[in-house]
């Protein structure tokens, strides 16, 4: 069984950032992919970025050009740059990890991310 740990998150003020980390509990020999989503109060968890070991990266509409993802396989982690955050980027956030194409993957428990003045 795998854990994922995020940390990184807390207060920041509109046009901040922050820096998200998510690292895996043991050593993974073969990652698929790895991923942050964030789910506001009341809405659905959506798809923030994702990007493959390979480097292939994707980001939502909301974020791009603000939010860069990135990850280091040899320590099991991704990390997620924020900038120029705005009230709208408030949510818990939480990262994602597959092995293999087409498996559950593991989740987080997530790190809250609060954008206010």
């Known amino acids: 069984q795998v854990q994922l740990v995020e940390s990184g998150g807390g207060l920041v003020q509109p046009g901040g950032s922050l820096r998200l980390s998510c690292a895996a509990s043991?050593?993974?020999?073969?990652?698929?992919?790895m991923a942050w989503y964030r789910q506001a109060p009341g809405k659905q968890r959506e798809l923030v970025a994702a990007?493959?070991?390979?480097?292939?990266?994707n980001y939502a509409d909301s974020v791009k050009g603000r939010f860069t993802i990135s990850g280091d396989n040899a320590k099991n982690t991704v990390y997620l740059q924020m900038n120029n955050l705005k009230p709208e980027d408030t949510a818990v956030y939480y990262c994602?990890?597959?092995?293999?194409?087409?498996?559950?993957?593991?989740w987080g428990k997530g790190t809250q991310v609060t954008v206010s003045s």
């Open positions: 043991r050593s993974i020999t073969s990652i698929y992919a």
């Open positions: 994602r990890l597959w092995t293999t194409l087409g498996d559950p993957g593991y």
């Open positions: 990007i493959t070991s390979g480097g292939s990266a």
